[in-house]
């Protein structure tokens, strides 16, 4: 039986050659595209999964709360917290606090020779950091390597740069940071970070040397950078476990609480939930987003059903032809039972081969894209995805025309009765409508999201940050004085023509201001104060990067009062209540102690237009700055490079010379969104092909099936054109109906995704016009091939077709 079943469906395949290679094309392409997805899918969920405990591993938000309406929500939790918590709370079994340890790390070699190099993936973190994370060790053992106050564990990748072949163990490295610098000792080599982590590192300083810094304050309460994981216990109640953090907190900080009338809550993250549910700012590393996720699978899914419908749609068609193979066969005595086995073995054997084909495209597509391993194969959710795919696919595409062609009736089939009713027209046609209206809402969001990218980067800054060469400070100083040799840089680097200005800020646009601090006019209630970000800047910052000055006055380098002086942005000008930025001049603000208000500067995006503009306090703090600000006024980039590094590297020796373009750095923001566009850009294209594969088998199939139609119509005298339009039309009024489904779903959709940009692009009319309008033109290209040929056919062979 198997073997006449095979024998069958390989003679079927042969006579329905054109329709039977679009069918498996299509097929074929929409398994493939599944497939994609459905690994970045994977790869996006797989994120932290690595960890022993991942289920069990939390990260403190903290929630603040003014007139019980949510005011901000920040990551970063106190430096004491940690400690009491686990003191206080027997459910939490330990804790590990993560600090930033950027800086540049030195290292003298045997022969004398210092490796200088600007580190930015280095943390402070306590002891039980390898406890509470389970990031493999490669040298060392887990609960000694970070005892030590000089302790540090280095990657493995950052040991053969900076040792080569030799042992790390017990090496010295110098670290140089804006929070603790001094000797450490490698005491191990961990296993470089997996991409599926939420936060990447190469160094891990024990944390004990960075805690002698918290002199000033009282306890740790009031030093907030810090990144706080818990390891709870199984079965730990979560929402019992956040009220008593909290109160764990208010212990220590009610009183300020109540100065400021706020009220602050922790909340337990899971910490596999991260990559996906990111907060806004504050984040250690930019994570994904769980509604892209939601995104493509809905993509993933519609491109799967737009190549089954084809298949359906084709074979059911197709299967008409086969109407008086069936009656024979039903009158030789063959069982309904048998008929059906018979077209779901043909399906079954069409789908695998689909599966085959798609399969090598992934392969290749993955191994020219990613250059990948196929890590992901051994992921068993990927395998049973794909099999509940092919299931899928078997029984959809399977079953339908399987039984609508065993139920035909033998005596109207052998009599050529036989006729397409009007209900499997009309289910023909819903399968194009749904077809081509997937199609168009890609289409469509294809359209929104390149225009809002497009939007984003061409839209005026408010400053400019053209030509502009960053350079990371120098952290060892070659006279003691920050302004002495940056004064002696500045003059060197100035006295070449290729230079325009230099600068000095302790950030540059394009980054995250970490640095916040609540602000309040002085002579007000002190309960009444804004959280502001602060950049520290010398005089030469607001000049260099052609920020407008709307009223006041610059920093002045020669003004020692400077020092307390600040100037502000429009928003932060509005959030402090002033009407106009001359009333805002020479007012008092602090965070405690009070800095007159000497000017004030229109606003610009220091980050990408996803975020909306926010108050900024400038400080004359020159000394303060982590960046160094070049604008170039030359076209010879790589040797102006040069000069400029063999300048620093006299003026700041023992230094790295670490460097990026602005303009580059600024646009990575939309680097995840361009990704984004892309692929939409290829499945919108591939769910508009496989949909135009479809309908261009349905018209080869009409165009043959009518063909002793169109023979008789040109011998009555009918035109070429006038044929044309009769088969088209059947045609173009499914697309025609998918138009108008499909644009008030675009618009829904486009909305829903536009809704996380501070500043959008208006969703006009004329986007929608254009999609339907390429929906109709492909259409249109796809079946007037076939109208054309069809109708330009002699009659007479025409009239003899049957």
Aim: aromatic share 14%.
């Amino acid at each position: 039986m198997f073997k006449i079943y095979l024998t069958i469906a390989w003679r079927t395949l042969l006579k329905h050659k054109a329709i039977s290679l679009i069918m498996l094309i299509g097929l074929s392409l929409s398994m493939a595209a599944f497939m994609l997805i459905s690994r970045y899918v994977f790869d996006e969920l797989s994120y932290d999964e690595f960890h022993q405990n991942a289920d069990r591993v939390y990260r403190i938000h903290v929630h603040d709360y003014k007139n019980k309406v949510l005011t901000n929500t920040t990551a970063l939790s106190y430096h004491a917290e940690g400690p009491a918590i686990k003191e206080s709370i027997p459910e939490v079994e330990d804790f590990v606090r993560l600090h930033r340890a950027d800086g540049m790390i030195n290292y003298r070699k045997p022969n004398g020779e210092i490796v200088s190099f600007q580190e930015k993936n280095g943390f402070y973190a306590d002891a039980s950091f390898f406890k509470v994370f389970s990031f493999p060790l490669l040298k060392g053992a887990a609960n000694q390597v970070l005892q030590s106050p000089e302790s540090v564990v280095v990657s493995a990748s950052m040991a053969r740069k900076y040792f080569g072949d030799e042992n790390p163990i017990g090496k010295i490295l110098y670290l140089t940071s804006e929070w603790q610098g001094g000797n450490y000792i490698v005491s191990g080599v961990f296993a470089d970070v997996p991409k599926n982590s939420h936060f990447h590192f190469d160094f891990i300083f024990a944390i004990q040397n960075l805690l002698k810094n918290d002199q000033f304050v009282t306890g740790g309460w009031y030093w907030t950078n810090f990144y706080t994981y818990l390891l709870l216990k199984p079965h730990t109640n979560i929402q019992s476990t956040e009220k008593r953090i909290t109160a764990v907190s208010e212990k220590h900080l009610g009183r300020l609480w109540q100065r400021y009338n706020i009220h602050q809550t922790m909340v337990l993250q899971p910490m596999r939930d991260i990559h996906l549910y990111p907060l806004n700012n504050t984040e250690i590393e930019p994570g994904g987003k769980i509604e892209i996720i939601y995104v493509l699978i809905l993509v993933a899914i519609l491109i799967l059903v737009i190549g089954l419908l084809n298949y359906i749609n084709l074979s059911t068609v197709m299967g008409m032809e086969r109407a008086k193979e069936v009656g024979i066969r039903k009158t030789l005595g063959s069982e309904k039972r048998q008929l059906i086995s018979q077209f779901l073995f043909e399906s079954f054997l069409f789908n695998f081969l689909a599966l085959l084909i798609g399969l090598g495209i992934f392969l290749m597509a993955t191994q020219m894209v990613t250059q990948s391993d196929f890590a992901i194969f051994y992921q068993t959710l990927f395998y049973l995805t794909i099999i509940g795919a092919f299931c899928l696919s078997f029984v959809l595409s399977g079953f339908y025309p399987a039984f609508v062609l065993s139920s035909l009736k033998p005596i109207q089939v052998l009599k050529g009765k036989l006729s397409a009713n009007s209900s499997g027209k009309l289910f023909r046609k819903g399968l194009v409508i749904f077809q081509f209206s997937a199609s168009i809402m890609l289409i469509i969001s294809t359209i929104v999201i390149n225009q809002q990218i497009k939007f984003m980067q061409k839209q005026d800054l408010g400053m400019n940050i053209e030509q502009k060469l960053i350079i990371t400070t120098p952290k060892i100083l070659r006279t003691g004085s920050f302004t002495n040799d940056m004064t002696f840089f500045k003059d060197r680097v100035l006295s070449n023509t290729s230079v325009k200005n230099v600068t000095v800020s302790s950030s540059v646009p394009g980054r995250e201001i970490f640095w916040t601090a609540e602000f309040q006019r002085f002579h007000e209630a002190a309960n009444n104060f804004k959280i502001c970000h602060v950049v520290a800047v010398d005089e030469d910052f607001i000049s260099a990067y052609q920020i407008k000055l709307l009223a006041g006055r610059n920093f002045v380098k020669e003004m020692i009062l400077d020092d307390n002086a600040a100037i502000i942005n429009e928003t932060a000008m509005k959030a402090f209540g002033f009407t106009t930025p001359e009333s805002a001049l020479n007012q008092e603000i602090g965070d405690g102690l009070p800095k007159k208000i000497v000017g004030v500067v229109k606003d610009f995006h220091q980050e990408s237009l996803k975020s909306s503009k926010k108050p900024i306090v400038f400080y004359h703090i020159p000394w303060s700055s982590a960046f160094l600000s070049l604008t170039i006024q030359s076209q010879d980039i790589k040797n102006t490079l040069f000069i400029i590094e063999e300048i620093y590297k006299n003026a700041f020796p023992n230094n790295a010379f670490e460097y990026f373009f602005l303009d580059t750095y600024f646009q990575q923001q939309y680097d995840s969104d361009e990704r984004l566009a892309k692929l939409f850009n290829w499945f919108a294209g591939l769910a508009i092909y496989i949909a135009c594969l479809g309908l261009l088998g349905l018209a080869m199939f009409t165009a043959r099936s009518r063909t002793k139609e169109i023979g008789i119509r040109k011998v009555l005298g009918a035109t070429v054109s006038s044929i044309v339009v009769l088969l088209s039309k059947d045609f173009l009024k499914p697309v025609l109906w998918a138009v108008l489904i499909a644009s008030p779903l675009a618009w829904y959709a486009a909305d829903w995704w536009l809704q996380e940009f501070a500043y959008r692009v208006p969703i006009q009319w004329w986007v929608f016009v254009a999609g339907g309008l390429t929906a109709i033109l492909i259409a249109i290209l796809t079946i007037s091939f076939h109208s054309i040929k069809s109708a330009l056919m002699n009659p007479v062979k025409s009239l003899n077709s049957e």
